[in-house]
């Protein structure tokens, strides 16, 4: 049986960090820049039509987030 990823689990696993991650359809895709991951929201809106997928951007450990 297969266990469910869930973004919890995706945040929690130090592989991802530095990456935008997009999970849609019970798998995961990485891209490393922006352009990257819009490239496979496309793809993934074509093959999965009625799925929301969803999408962040971990930014590494020791990464400094502006906030205004």
């Not at 935008?20 to 093959?47: C, D, F, N, P, Q």
Request: no cysteine.
């Amino acid at each position: 049986m297969k266990t469910k990823i869930s973004m919890m689990d995706i945040f929690k696993n130090p592989r991802y960090r530095g990456k935008h991650v997009i999970l849609a359809a019970g798998r995961v895709y990485t891209a490393k820049t922006g352009e990257g991951a819009s490239e496979i929201l496309k793809k993934i809106r074509e093959k999965y039509p009625h799925v929301t997928p969803e999408v962040a951007y971990l930014p590494k450990a020791h990464s400094l987030i502006l906030w205004m």
